[in-house]
């Protein structure tokens, strides 16, 4: 449902954060974040009444935000990369 297998995580932060350790990079993380608010998504689409779903759905959306925010001040070529690469838009 909401939770990302240890594979997909190793895989996203391969992807966007350059080695599958570096949990910590920003990009990263807003890859992470778009990956399990897309299957938030999904399951809320069936089960419209999962209100602890529909919150952290919120939540992560927020986080994500701070996070595109925070880079987006700190390096916009890198801000417009992840956008482009997630397909999201701003």
Do not use: C
Request: proline share 1%; glycine share 6%.
């Amino acid at each position: 449902m909401s939770t990302v297998s240890k594979e997909k995580t190793q895989e996203i932060f391969t992807t966007f954060g350059g080695s599958a350790t570096n949990t910590g990079s920003t990009e990263g993380q807003i890859a992470l974040f778009t990956s399990r608010i897309a299957d938030l998504s999904e399951h809320l689409k069936s089960n419209p009444k999962d209100h602890s779903s529909k919150r952290t759905l919120l939540h992560l959306v927020g986080k994500r935000k701070q996070l595109l925010n925070y880079l987006h001040q700190k390096n916009l070529d890198r801000y417009k990369k992840i956008l482009e690469a997630l397909g999201l838009r701003k």
